[in-house]
């Protein structure tokens, strides 16, 4: 999951207990696209509608489109694009970007500004405002927005295998970690580098965990990186202090950086959704870009399957 | 251009003055093909048939086929995967993997096994066959071609802005390097790293050589990297020992370190089609796999707007 920290407000915790039991009703995309856009679903949407694809979501000013296009197209594994804006101004229509999937097949009867749970807005790359439940009032008729893979899917079949992910089984979120991977650069986005999210796994799953990931390119696909030396490459310096997320642990409980020395907890790295907000911030780029709050994923109408 | 080290051998050089009289009449890809198939072409191919494409050639046993085809939709900028054999086996048909360019665009009436003026044979990653004429004899039914792109295509268009690269004013090979940027990995494909080309230009013409550049993804594109501090990032150690093709100059011939203090000659460094060789090396795959010897390009029938 692409998940940033979302620390629950008060209004947020005192609604959890009846989102849970609505979420249960929200069994497809669509279903849950409305319950966004009527604001009544306040909570995360790890695990809700589990088939069906859940998407990063970034909105530019046009002038800027063309390069953002450009350093997805560069950088597919951390910024796997699946659609965009049909136009200029579209918010009710997206065009595929992946091969073989019809436009009509990501998002019908939509609105953009709305269908996410929560939104994130940054004037001249400061974030502005943080967790609003619609964006009618930023968009105009000059915003692009882009669709972004979210690695939701592979942790379904992962699931699926019987290697289910230990932040899922211990209720936290996905440790996501700043690395000094340079992301190849285009146009005005220069300078920024990968974020990674990590999921750690047995040695001897590992490359059963590459396999099953393999096939979801357009969800970041299989790992960048495993294994303890792997932080020095990355450059990560703190196993335990992720940037965003939760912090690692074991399966009884320990920080993850005490079972270095066993093969029951080797660190593997994935492309991390993340990295294309980091890069937009990094670049410093003038104008109002939205975005959706970190873990309030816009929902599709395609399914895992669709892309695998 | 993707030019590894060629030293020419004494029959190289007694044969180089008829080759630039004989290289003149090739105007098109195909007739680079046709001297390069009944052996009347012996010198690299920087600069012959100028407009046409030139490829780097990767031929795997077909068990690897789908893991380097992910390795190049992984890496897209240091391997921009420009078209494969239509079917195993195929050594005469390629079908496009660039949107819009039919397959008979890209390659007809070739033989992939003789067209190339000049090939490398490994064996279980190592090389047992350097500069070859033809693989006629080591092409088996189970081999796969991929063509990927090179950056002759934007030094091209580079020379028609003003902006000639310095190797080819001074008659040089172009540098190259290894650095500590990771491929994103694919399958058996794991462990390597970027191999970059390096041009150097005035700092107040980098924008404009970004910019020329952006517009030829298939064939590397826009600069990965640039300016003195870009050499710490990417792991380059120094800058005057490249670790193929020729050390950089200055205009005057003094050693390009020596002009670390003005700003007339800043180092820019983009993805380079020595890559994939390089991974293929580094994976220590097994069985016979051949490519063009570098410098020694696959000429295609595609021509450099076909692809920008």
Same mark, same amino acid.
């Given at each position: 999951?692409?998940?940033?920290?979302?620390?629950?407000?008060?209004?947020?915790?005192?609604?959890? #207990?009846?989102? %849970?039991?609505?979420?249960?009703?929200?069994?497809?995309?669509?279903?849950?696209?409305?319950?966004?856009?009527?604001?009544?679903?306040?909570?995360?949407?790890?695990?809700?509608?589990?088939?069906?694809?859940?998407?990063?979501?970034?909105?530019?000013?046009?002038?800027?489109?063309?390069?953002?296009?450009?350093?997805?197209?560069?950088?597919?594994?951390?910024?796997?694009?699946?659609?965009?804006?049909?136009?200029?101004?579209?918010?009710?229509? &997206?065009?595929?970007?992946?091969?073989?999937?019809?436009?009509?097949?990501?998002?019908?009867?939509?609105?953009?500004?709305?269908?996410?749970?929560?939104?994130?807005?940054?004037?001249?790359?400061?974030? $502005?405002?943080?967790?609003?439940?619609? &964006?009618? #009032?930023?968009?105009? %008729?000059?915003? $692009?927005?882009?669709? $972004?893979?979210?690695?939701?899917?592979? #942790?379904?079949?992962?699931?699926?295998?019987?290697?289910?992910?230990?932040?899922?089984?211990?209720?936290?979120?996905?440790? @996501?970690?700043?690395?000094? &991977?340079?992301?190849?650069?285009?146009?005005?986005?220069?300078?920024?580098?990968?974020?990674?999210? @990590?999921?750690?796994?047995?040695?001897?799953?590992? %490359?059963?965990?590459? #396999?099953?990931?393999?096939?979801?390119?357009?969800?970041?696909? %299989?790992?960048?990186?495993?294994?303890?030396?792997?932080?020095?490459?990355?450059?990560?310096?703190?196993?335990?202090?992720?940037?965003?997320?939760?912090?690692?642990?074991?399966?009884?409980?320990?920080?993850?950086?005490?079972?270095?020395?066993?093969?029951?907890?080797?660190?593997?790295?994935?492309?991390?959704?993340?990295?294309?907000?980091?890069?937009?911030?990094?670049?410093?780029?003038?104008?109002?870009?939205?975005?959706?709050?970190?873990?309030? @994923?816009?929902?599709?109408?395609?399914?895992?399957?669709?892309?695998?």
């Amino acid at each position: 999951m692409d998940v940033l920290v979302a620390k629950p407000t008060t209004h947020l915790v005192q609604s959890i #207990e009846a989102d %849970e039991v609505r979420i249960r009703t929200l069994t497809t995309g669509r279903d849950v696209r409305l319950a966004a856009r009527s604001n009544t679903l306040t909570v995360p949407t790890s695990g809700v509608a589990a088939t069906y694809l859940q998407a990063n979501l970034l909105i530019l000013p046009s002038r800027y489109a063309a390069d953002f296009r450009l350093l997805c197209a560069r950088n597919p594994v951390p910024c796997p694009l699946i659609g965009e804006s049909a136009e200029t101004g579209a918010y009710g229509s &997206i065009k595929s970007n992946i091969p073989g999937l019809p436009d009509s097949r990501i998002l019908a009867d939509a609105d953009i500004r709305r269908d996410a749970p929560r939104y994130n807005v940054y004037h001249d790359a400061k974030l $502005v405002k943080q967790g609003c439940l619609d &964006i009618t #009032e930023e968009w105009t %008729e000059d915003h $692009v927005a882009f669709l $972004v893979g979210c690695s939701f899917s592979f #942790e379904t079949a992962l699931t699926v295998a019987g290697l289910t992910p230990r932040h899922t089984v211990l209720g936290r979120n996905v440790p @996501m970690y700043r690395t000094n &991977i340079p992301l190849c650069p285009a146009g005005v986005f220069t300078g920024s580098t990968y974020v990674v999210s @990590m999921r750690s796994y047995k040695a001897s799953d590992i %490359e059963k965990v590459r #396999e099953i990931t393999r096939g979801y390119n357009a969800t970041h696909g %299989e790992p960048i990186a495993w294994g303890w030396s792997a932080l020095e490459n990355l450059g990560i310096v703190d196993i335990d202090i992720p940037q965003w997320g939760d912090s690692p642990l074991t399966e009884d409980g320990r920080r993850l950086s005490e079972a270095k020395d066993s093969d029951d907890d080797v660190p593997v790295f994935w492309g991390c959704g993340v990295t294309p907000q980091e890069a937009v911030m990094v670049s410093g780029i003038k104008g109002t870009v939205m975005a959706h709050a970190p873990g309030h @994923m816009l929902l599709l109408d395609c399914t895992n399957s669709d892309i695998a």
